[in-house]
RNA sequence: CGGGGCGUGGCGCAGUUUGGUAGCGCGCCUGCUUUGGGAGCAGGAUGCCGGGAGUUCGAAUCUCUUCGCCCCGACCA
């Protein structure tokens, strides 16, 4: 490409509503533009890369058997009631009435429509397994949309669907994506982990978030550090494993202390001169209307998708403060397992090899001390219902874990029979049996990759794509000016690498050699070459390794030959062969 | 939805406190010079100061209202 003809509209200055460093650089590097919150346009360069992130994504789902398709983005609002999520999804679905006043929905995601399709398509289990992908815009009406393409409301997605005739076949379906997905972010040059995540009403380990390793992520990761072993869990997800100690529950008898307006941890502890480790926690939810109580100790942070799960309960939401008191009968900062007014009290594991505990006395301005759970309280369950910390051991090896910042930028599920029990997808199998199909589904976020590649790959001057997905994996920069004679050689390598399938980017505009160099390096070619008339004379091109700044010179006398040693190495130090 | 901030040439901003009809940098156009890290000089174009209503002789500036954008939180797969 003569960019010459291209359109690179690179800004010198940080847009002033971009906060994160992929949004600043996207748009600086005239790849993306703000159309509204949460929606923007791709330009020519941006499209570049995301059309070559889809190549990759789809190669790879090709690879694996799944098959290609296209389905819509508009979805009739009846096929949405069948699964019950018109109710439930939310404010997130945006709904749309056309000229007959009948429901629509933006796809947020395409469960109901591919289920539709295939039970209308597969009836024998000889049809199975069966996999359908597309690679298509999704529309989710998100609260807030943030940081560019990091959260969207519109993005591009790969949403992948799978049908089995059942467990094992399921099973299989999974392992054939989460290997798909592995080769897939390899292939794109980017340190990622995949994660163990939250499966929800399903159970079991099968579901997979895959991360790309960024300071910048959103989500916290806890990972285990032993080299041997691969924990690695969404923190929502992670383990803590049970204590080996026995339950205690000799201790003197319960004490009313005041505790005048201390309703904070911090405060009750500073006040009675405890630590916070000798301290019950009591929180309070709902779930599914439900009233429960659950307890953790005072340094500890409760997890709620573990109570959840515990529970088998749908959605759980903190409990408001006007039911504090009423279960209570005290502002919030005096909850306490005695005498509370919530039947269902689950506890932390951890909780069970103490006793002698400090906790509320359900009564406004007093505590309790010399609390036993088990002598002064009945406990349902006790069960790991905490957020994990750095100083709990790896719940596979016991080794040390470590938390890093991630972003989610793919997802594996099992979704069993959610779906095609509630849409009738059924087969019959080798007997003859009517049976719901087991489905699976597997997201990557495109354009969200994009994205995360940046946030992974930058420095003051720019961004640094891997080569896989840049725009351009190079750019030639002629210094000519008046010297035609430089002109014309470029032109000559430009033709050359074009022959030999690279996708060069060549600057023939008459730009300043500033100016050309302050481009390349803010788009983030991995690769530049720059020719100038003193290089001309002495028979050399400059080659810049954009990620190392490292410059070496290759000879124009068999170019060809030296430039393709120098092409694999920077590949190499992506991590990446050619 | 709660809290905070911001809307002024294409972009980044000043001007608003104390009302007097809009300015700077970058970019853009023309010409000359320059040409290895975002050039110099000269000339030029571009604003319903987010929209509406009001106060006033007069509003970017004050009042009310509305729309949009960003951040934090709540929320959410």
């Known amino acids: 490409m003569l960019l010459s003809r291209f359109y690179i509209p690179t800004l010198k200055e940080d847009p002033s509503d971009a906060e994160v460093v992929s949004h600043k650089l996207l748009m600086r590097a005239g790849m993306i533009r703000k159309v509204t919150s949460g929606i923007y346009n791709y330009l020519p360069l941006g499209l570049k890369s995301l059309n070559k992130v889809a190549n990759i994504v789809r190669e790879e789902m090709n690879r694996a058997y799944a098959l290609e398709v296209l389905m819509p983005m508009v979805q009739p609002g009846d096929l949405w009631r069948e699964t019950g999520r018109w109710d439930f999804y939310g404010k997130e679905l945006l709904r749309v009435n056309d000229r007959h006043g009948r429901d629509y929905c933006l796809g947020p995601t395409h469960e109901e429509v591919v289920t539709d399709l295939v039970r209308g398509e597969v009836k024998s289990y000889k049809q199975l397994p069966l996999n359908l992908y597309q690679i298509q815009t999704k529309f989710r009406d998100e609260i807030r949309p943030r940081f560019g393409l990091m959260r969207g409301r519109e993005f591009v997605m790969k949403d992948a669907y799978s049908f089995d005739k059942d467990e094992a076949g399921a099973e299989a379906s999974y392992g054939l994506m989460f290997e798909a997905y592995k080769k897939i972010f390899s292939r794109i040059g980017l340190r990622f982990r995949p994660v163990q995540a939250d499966s929800g009403a399903i159970g079991g380990d099968f579901s997979h978030e895959f991360h790309v390793l ?48 201390k309703h904070t941890v911090e405060d009750v502890c500073a006040f009675l001169e405890i630590s916070a480790d000798k301290l019950i926690k009591t929180l309070l939810f709902n779930v599914d209307g439900e009233p429960v109580a659950a307890l953790v100790r005072g340094d500890r942070e409760i997890n709620d998708v573990k109570l959840r799960n515990l529970i088998g309960g749908n959605e759980i939401d903190l409990a408001s403060e006007d039911q504090v008191k009423e279960w209570t009968g005290a502002p919030v900062g005096f909850a306490g397992p005695v005498g509370l007014g919530v039947k269902r009290i689950f506890a932390d594991h951890e909780l069970c090899g103490a006793t002698d505990w400090v906790a509320g006395a359900n009564k406004a301005d007093a505590h309790i001390k010399h609390l036993s759970l088990g002598r002064d309280c009945k406990i349902e369950q006790y069960a790991d219902l905490r957020v994990i910390t750095e100083s709990d051991p790896c719940p596979d090896c016991g080794g040390k874990i470590e938390f890093t910042k991630g972003i989610e930028v793919g997802h594996v599920f099992k979704l069993g029979e959610k779906y095609s029990k509630a849409m009738d997808a059924t087969f019959l199998d080798e007997n003859g049996k009517s049976k719901p199909m087991i489905m699976g589904c597997y997201g990557i976020g495109v354009s969200r990759i994009m994205a995360s590649a940046i946030e992974q790959n930058n420095d003051e001057s720019g961004a640094i794509f891997p080569p896989a997905i840049a725009p351009f994996e190079l750019c030639l920069i002629s210094l000519g000016g008046k010297d035609l004679a430089v002109g014309e050689k470029a032109e000559e390598l430009y033709g050359q690498l074009m022959e030999m399938g690279i996708d060069v980017a060549y600057d023939d505009r008459k730009e300043r050699p500033g100016v050309k160099f302050a481009d390349a390096d803010l788009i983030g070619y991995p690769m530049q070459l720059v020719l100038g008339g003193k290089g001309l004379k002495n028979g050399i091109v400059e080659a810049k390794n954009r990620k190392t700044g490292e410059k070496i010179e290759l000879p124009l006398e068999g170019f060809a030959e030296a430039f393709t040693t120098w092409r694999a190495e920077i590949w190499q130090s992506w991590g990446l062969s050619l």
Do not use: H, M
């Not at 285990?224 to 026995?246: F, H, I, M, Q, R």
């Open 214 to 261: 960024a300071d910048t992520g959103e989500d916290t990761i806890a990972v285990c550090l032993d080299d041997k072993c691969e924990y690695a869990a969404n923190l929502e997800k992670a383990k803590v494993s049970a204590p080996k100690t026995e339950c205690k529950d000799e201790c003197g008898a319960i004490e009313e202390v005041a505790t005048p307006a």
